[in-house]
């Protein structure tokens, strides 16, 4: 089976910077997604990584490090809008997203 | 809105009886996935259709459960005799995947399944 760990839950104030750290061993890897999810929806696409380094998009940003098995989501000037809960989702080869169980995330006024 | 749909969104039943849910993909997309998602828990697969194939099932398919995707477009998810172990979110997603590469999946907003 995929081994996929995150914190469960972490608390920061508005406009500070976050860093959700994923840890993962699995079957091959064929990239790592971050999504976001609210309460009670769906899980949305923030990002991807299959290379080592950092991508950045916006106030959001993915590290992943393959030979480490480490990957963090980094959210910057954060929002009362970004309280939710981020899941770190690998592909590994059988293409079968395997999921952590998502650290929930509240921002403090 | 991602552009998947799923219905209902809440299907509220009892012990032993049948549902069916249905997921509308994006309409290029040629794959489809199933999940089911319980609280403070990450999506588990359940399992995925390549166009009209069912190519995978994770065990956590009894043989309960089926799924089925006629004509490439629309799935349905159907459990049999649902016991109170069954309530969960059922998430469908979908993507458009070209070749032996990670392409991202587009979830849909979900069913709220409770079995009372």
């Known amino acids: 089976g995929q081994n996929i760990d995150q914190p469960t839950e972490m608390t920061a104030t508005e406009g500070a910077i976050v860093q959700i750290n994923c840890t993962y061993q699995?079957?091959?890897?064929?990239?790592l997604f971050w999504y976001q999810q609210h309460a009670g929806e769906a899980p949305t696409f923030l990002s991807y990584n299959v290379l080592d380094g950092l991508e950045e998009k916006g106030r959001f940003s993915s590290f992943l490090s393959r030979s480490k098995g480490y990957s963090y989501l980094l959210l910057k000037e954060l929002q009362m809008k970004d309280s939710a809960s981020y899941l770190c989702?690998?592909?590994?080869?059988?293409?079968?997203?395997?999921f952590g169980a998502g650290t929930t995330v509240t921002v403090r006024a | 809105d991602t552009g998947v749909s799923q219905d209902p969104r809440h299907k509220i039943t009892k012990r032993g009886q049948n549902v069916t849910f249905r997921c509308d993909p994006i309409?290029?997309?040629?794959?489809l996935y199933w999940y089911r998602q319980t609280l403070g828990q990450g999506p588990e697969f359940l399992t995925y259709f390549q166009n009209e194939a069912q190519l995978e099932k994770s065990r956590l398919l009894s043989d309960r459960f089926s799924a089925e995707r006629p004509k490439g477009s629309f799935s349905t998810l159907e459990i049999q005799r649902t016991e109170q172990g069954d309530s969960a979110m059922y998430l469908c997603?979908?993507?458009?995947?070209?070749?032996?590469?990670?392409?991202?999946?587009?979830f849909g907003p979900g069913t709220r399944l409770t079995v009372l």
């Open positions: 309409s290029e997309h040629n794959r």
């Open positions: 997603a979908s993507s458009l995947v070209v070749s032996a590469s990670a392409n991202e999946q587009f």
């Open positions: 989702a690998v592909l590994p080869n059988d293409y079968k997203l395997s």
């Open positions: 699995t079957s091959g890897f064929n990239g």
